[in-house]
């Protein structure tokens, strides 16, 4: 990638844990957040109630975490929606103080956790870079002879002296990046950024991630996105209720959230052998019933390849719902999993749902199976990254496909051959 | 506990100052200008509208008290005080106010950025010391077209302006914590602005008191500046603080409230700013 940035070379060893001193130190951190019963929200509560004791619960967002993290390193911080993860990462940010504990950040961090923060929609988009160079700690002239790098970065020439409500979403984000990344800080933290922008752009800020990486700046990431942790991260963290559950490499700290979501992963399930029909979920909806289906409305046990065909799921709500998601995965006889989605990825909204109310989801596909054994696991998830998992089935139907060359693959897709002789 | 743990204590609790001084002003220039530019360059007619609302007040009162109550014949320039101690409160006002609910209206950057806290009261006062920078100038305009005499003594207006600031920040930083805390707080204080308002020698001056009630006025730190502001740039013969106090160790009082006020406003934000982000 060729960046049009301007940083300062950044010092010390890149990446690696054998660097000297820790840049993150996380020693025992707890933070609990009192939720009072009743709100005295005024002076005039407090005059008229003097003596009534406030009674309150206590939420320990953050339970003795421990953690450090080396100087150049791809840190990140996952877990489920709740479990505390964004408030270590304000503790670490200096924005919340802890409880008990100890932080330690060597080198400067950046002041901010969030993309575009004080962005004002009334500002033009040539003011507000201006204005949030210097909120994240920038000098006026610093921020000036910035300005051209941020600009070009974001690709918003055109549109300096538009105002920043007229910008869509995509250029806004855009915009707040390119500001971010001109912080002159060695300890970066970061939540929840790559689930914005287009594709195009998103494919910029990871390059540009990986340039901050290899200029040896510590990064602290917090996502619920599994793929960007494998990807980038070197190590990461996953809290669960505020506590620790695991901490180490990506690839099995995204199995371990993976099993925290739907209750174990599919992997470990094909391994669990044929004790089939497992159940996982809060069951505020249930499966009911799964089924493959032709085109024609048809349940069938047994397809030709390359004749599509439906995969269907009958669900009914126990509580009102909005925008559940409907998930099928596809997983051939060895239990490697062949095909999966959800309505989340393709369909978006689906609608809300009453108490008592049930519904039939059909997911029509193309049939590029090869001859095999297919099992189909159904899932009903509450909407929002990092879903919960309302229920989960696995295994509830099976169809048989035959037809087709055995190829050894496990799909068949189209393809075609042109030969051509050289020469 | 050793050294480096306290000073990473430090850095990690957001606080009232932050460590970075330099910042610390950036911060609060950018959030005090940005919203005078917000506020008088988004309309068509900017300057005029911020000057329009104290202009009117000026005007209603003048009309009142002149005409229909007969009232301010005996006091030289008395449209010329008027106008000045109206643009003066409204600066007091505007501060007071403007930092009530200004912690609850910033919640977005308190819980996404770490900076020294105290920069938002600030940047309040800051912007209402630029408003009142640009109605000086028609205050300026309105006393020379009424023939007031340029002195030497127009030079106190700088640190009774500044006093001024100090009481009103002060008072904004206490009330934007409390109001954290006690949403009651932004009708509390309206009241006791308005009690604040006519307890001022704003209307009227201060040597139309008796001399008992004098003394006890007197107290009232809007009341010593107003009345050494009339002496100082309006008219040279005019009691002033000293002769207003009754001279002595009194004229000390207004001093020490305005900076025990200021202390206490300090003291509490100081021991609130780790806990703003998430009280809010």
């Not at chain 2, 003594?153 to 100090?166: D, G, S």
């Amino acid at each position: 990638m060729t960046s049009t940035t301007s940083h300062p070379p950044a010092p010390g060893p890149t990446a690696g844990e054998s660097a000297a001193a820790p840049a993150v130190v996380v020693d025992g951190v707890r933070k609990a957040f009192r939720l009072p019963h009743q709100q005295y929200s005024t002076l005039k509560e407090r005059a008229l109630h003097p003596f009534r004791a406030t009674t309150y619960d206590v939420l320990q967002a953050v339970d003795d975490v421990n953690f450090e993290v080396a100087e150049g390193e791809f840190f990140g911080i996952v877990g489920r929606n709740g479990s505390g993860k964004s408030t270590l990462l304000k503790c670490l940010a200096g924005i919340y103080d802890v409880d008990e504990g100890h932080l330690a950040v060597n080198g400067r961090l950046s002041p901010f956790i969030e993309l575009g923060v004080g962005f004002n929609m009334d500002l033009t988009a040539r003011d507000n870079v201006m204005i949030n160079a210097i909120m994240l700690g920038l000098t006026r002239q610093q921020a000036r002879d910035r300005f051209d790098d941020i600009i070009a970065f974001a690709e918003l020439e055109d549109f300096l002296d538009l105002k920043l409500k007229n910008y869509s979403s995509g250029m806004t984000v855009r915009l707040a990046f390119s500001v971010a990344i001109q912080v002159d800080a060695e300890v970066l933290l970061i939540d929840e950024v790559l689930a914005v922008g287009d594709a195009a752009f998103q494919q910029k800020c990871f390059a540009e991630f990986q340039r901050m990486k290899d200029a040896g700046r510590t990064i602290l990431f917090v996502t619920h996105d599994m793929g960007a942790v494998e990807r980038f991260c070197d190590r990461a963290v996953l809290l669960e209720k505020g506590r620790m559950v695991d901490l180490g490499e990506p690839a099995a700290i995204a199995r371990r959230y993976n099993e925290l979501n739907f209750g174990r992963t599919v992997h470990q399930m094909s391994e669990g052998g044929d004790d089939s029909d497992e159940r996982f979920g809060d069951q505020a909806a249930q499966i009911v019933d799964a089924w493959f289906e032709s085109l024609d409305g048809e349940r069938i046990a047994e397809a030709a390849h390359g004749v599509p065909f439906r995969a269907v799921l009958e669900a009914r709500f126990n509580e009102a719902i909005d925008d559940p998601i409907f998930g099928f995965t596809l997983r051939n006889d060895v239990g490697t999993t062949i095909f999966a989605t959800t309505t989340d990825l393709d369909h978006g909204s689906t609608g809300s749902f009453r108490a008592g109310e049930t519904v039939v989801v059909r997911m029509e596909f193309q049939n590029l199976l090869v001859t095999s054994q297919y099992r189909l696991t159904p899932s009903i998830a509450r909407a929002g990254i990092g879903a919960d998992a309302l229920d989960l089935r696995t295994d509830l139907a099976t169809v048989f496909i035959h037809g087709g060359h055995y190829t050894g693959g496990v799909v068949n897709v189209p393809h075609g051959f042109t030969i051509e002789r050289a020469g | 506990m050793s050294a480096t743990t306290t000073s990473s204590r430090r850095r990690h609790a957001p606080s009232a100052f932050g460590d970075d001084l330099r910042r610390f002003w950036n911060l609060t220039v950018t959030l005090a200008t940005t919203e005078f530019k917000l506020r008088y360059f988004g309309s068509v007619l900017g300057y005029f509208w911020s000057l329009a609302r104290p202009l009117m007040f000026f005007g209603v009162l003048y009309v009142v008290f002149t005409q229909v109550l007969r009232f301010g014949d005996e006091i030289d320039h008395y449209p010329v005080y008027l106008l000045t101690s109206i643009i003066l409160w409204t600066f007091f006002v505007d501060t007071t106010n403007g930092c009530v609910q200004c912690l609850v209206a910033r919640e977005g950057l308190l819980r996404k950025m770490r900076f020294p806290r105290l920069v938002i009261p600030l940047s309040v006062a800051l912007t209402a010391l630029f408003n009142l920078g640009t109605n000086l100038i028609a205050v300026l305009v309105f006393a020379l077209a009424s023939g007031v005499e340029v002195r030497w003594t127009w030079l106190e207006m700088i640190p009774i302006v500044a006093l001024l600031a100090v009481f009103a920040i002060g008072i904004g930083m206490l009330l934007s914590v409390l109001y954290v805390r006690f949403r009651d707080i932004q009708p509390i204080w309206e009241v006791f602005s308005q009690i604040l308002f006519y307890g001022s020698p704003i209307l009227y001056v201060s040597s139309m008191y008796e001399d008992f009630e004098q003394a006890a006025v007197m107290t009232n730190p809007i009341a010593a500046l107003l009345t050494q502001m009339r002496r100082a740039f309006i008219d040279p013969n005019a009691p002033g603080l000293i002769s207003a106090t009754g001279g002595g160790l009194r004229v000390l009082v207004p001093f020490i409230i305005i900076a025990a006020v200021f202390a206490l406003g300090l003291w509490v934000f100081s021991r609130e700013a780790p806990r703003i982000a998430e009280n809010l």
